[in-house]
């Protein structure tokens, strides 16, 4: 969820947060400073020899997906897939110097739809456009694979065990996290693809968290907190990224989310106001 082309206007958020084209540039950039470090830190005791990214949708942030949107962009969708591309393939090409093999699976967002729901084929949505040109760009790069999914969800063999990947929209929430859809959802797994799938990562929601006894793993976002989680449902988080260990005979092992912006700390003027006002 790096919804490119979103623009947050610090002033309409109590200053808990802000987010526009500058600021995706600077938390990938952190996000690959990070991976760096992890592998110059583990390199020689875990041999950790391959990166796997699950892009999980919502690339791109789109133009109409809900009434006033225009109102909070800052790019264009056509820029907003451009841009996109262009960060993220030189973000990857920067990690490829350092680790020996890095493989890429996405699967799309609604974001990425360039109108109504139903209004357009499935595959015309912008983030299918992002994958497949990412895809181009990285083509003779030897130690790099990418594989695009052509359904909404992809399901993916590491080592002994299978992940689902899936966007997360399809569970609808309230005021939060839809936890007792994503976990009913993640039981009936078994029965809809007739095998075991031990994992399920999802995006969506923006917050980071484990369900089903951390069988789901929900990823945050590049944005944070948004002036519709902030001010109608009283929720922020940083900006992050989850990260886990994974070996191909034990499974998930040492998860964290990196932080991809410092904590906000709001600071009186002189009259004792905390917030923007005129």
Do not use: C
């Not at 020899?49 to 791109?60: E, M, R, T």
């Amino acid at each position: 969820d790096a919804h490119v082309g979103e623009y947050l206007d610090p002033s309409l958020v109590q200053g808990l947060n802000s987010y526009n084209s500058d600021s995706y540039k600077r938390r990938v950039q952190r996000w690959v400073n990070k991976m760096i470090l992890f592998r110059e830190q583990d390199k020689n005791s875990l041999g950790l020899n391959k990166l796997v990214i699950h892009h999980l949708g919502d690339q791109v942030t789109g133009e109409s997906i809900y009434k006033g949107q225009a109102f909070y962009l800052d790019l264009n969708l056509t820029e907003q897939l451009f841009m996109s591309v262009e960060v993220e393939s030189n973000a990857i090409l920067a990690l490829a110097q350092v680790y020996p093999s890095i493989e890429i699976y996405g699967v799309v967002g609604n974001h990425g739809r360039p109108g109504l729901y139903g209004a357009n084929h499935r595959k015309t949505n912008f983030d299918y456009l992002f994958y497949r040109s990412l895809k181009q760009t990285l083509l003779n790069q030897k130690n790099i694979s990418v594989y695009v999914s052509e359904s909404p969800s992809m399901v993916v063999q590491h080592g002994n065990f299978t992940f689902l990947l899936n966007h997360g929209d399809a569970a609808k929430g309230w005021m939060g996290i839809p936890f007792y859809g994503l976990e009913r959802m993640f039981r009936r797994l078994p029965n809809l693809y007739n095998m075991i799938v031990h994992y399920e990562l999802v995006g969506h929601h923006h917050q980071p968290a484990n369900i089903g006894d951390s069988k789901v793993l929900l990823n945050g976002s590049l944005v944070g907190g948004s002036e519709l989680s902030i001010n109608r449902m009283g929720l922020t988080n940083l900006p992050s990224q989850k990260l886990f260990y994974f070996d191909k005979k034990h499974g998930l092992n040492r998860e964290t989310n990196l932080h991809l912006k410092d904590p906000i700390q709001l600071k009186p003027d002189e009259n004792g106001i905390f917030t923007k006002w005129v």
